[in-house]
């Protein structure tokens, strides 16, 4: 299967920004769709922002105008920008990538998540 490891979550203060990086680690065919989720305590996972293959973006509007997604294809890498960070930003944020993936000879559709990367906004 495909992994996807996280990095750049922390403690910011309101108004502060935060970079979120997931690069996915196989043989990757192609990719779908790169996206952001995130989960506070007792929410559901809810999708903040995501980028299709043809590069079309979609924001939560809570975050619009706030964050940006973007990718580096070559590295099969999705970021995810945020600025004006509020408290109710605060979450497990996770990314999630779906494509085709080729092992044991063939191509296989996958659909990763990964570990999650805590950011907390509080003064």
């Known amino acids: 299967q495909v992994q996807l490891v996280e990095s750049g979550g922390g403690l910011v203060q309101p108004g502060g920004s935060l970079r979120l990086s997931c690069a996915a680690s196989a043989s990757i065919f192609s990719i779908n769709v790169m996206g952001w989720y995130r989960q506070a305590p007792a929410n559901q996972r809810e999708l903040v922002a995501s980028i299709t293959s043809g590069g079309s973006t979609a924001y939560a509007d809570s975050v619009k105008g706030r964050f940006t997604i973007s990718r580096d294809t070559a590295k099969n890498t999705v970021f995810l920008q945020m600025n004006s960070l509020k408290p109710e930003d605060t979450a497990a944020y996770y990314c999630?990538?779906?494509?085709?993936?080729?092992?044991?000879?063939?191509?296989?559709?996958?659909?990763?998540w990964g570990q999650g990367t805590q950011v907390t906004v509080s003064s």
């Open positions: 999630n990538v779906a494509g085709l993936y080729y092992t044991d000879g063939a191509y296989r559709n996958f659909n990763s």
